[in-house]
């Protein structure tokens, strides 16, 4: 297998804000081909980097996982719960805030952490951060009333 480009593309990111984006690989099938692959397939999605994160349901208790955005912030990751400027949050971030200790891959590193929202000017710095790698998080947030979270993920 070739070694994948896994240098986020500003680029591409902002064709698929264009509605120029490949959507081939989405959902539970990203997923699946990331884990199977350590990461070599998905990490690069559209432009931007991509993590599976692994949160506990909150009503379930099942394992549940996601193929999300994220950016480093020191040795922490970082996610917008964004569902796309939707007017409610996305499952995963109301599994997270139920149960912080999570599951993180990037790439072939699989880890326990432990997420919690950033507020106040680290919220500020990591939205800047995020939407360099992801420019329609500002699209997202000028279509919902509600302030779109900012998660943080530290290693446990």
Known sequence: MSTPDRTPDP??????????????LFGDAHVEAYEQSGGE???IWNGAPIAVLSTTGESSGKER????????????????ASKGGAPEHPQWY?????????KVQVLADRY????????????????ELMNVLWPSYEDYQAKTDREIPVVVVDRA
């Open 41 to 43: 397939v998905g990490y």
């Open 11 to 24: 680029v591409l990111a902002e064709r698929a804000r264009a509605g120029e984006g490949d959507y081939s």
């Open 94 to 102: 109301d599994n997270l805030v139920a149960e912080p200790h999570v």
């Open 112 to 127: 326990d952490g432990v997420a919690r929202t950033a507020t106040g000017d680290e919220r500020t710095r990591l939205w």
């Open 65 to 80: 996982k996601h193929a999300l955005i994220f950016g480093f912030d020191g040795d922490a990751v970082v996610f917008v």
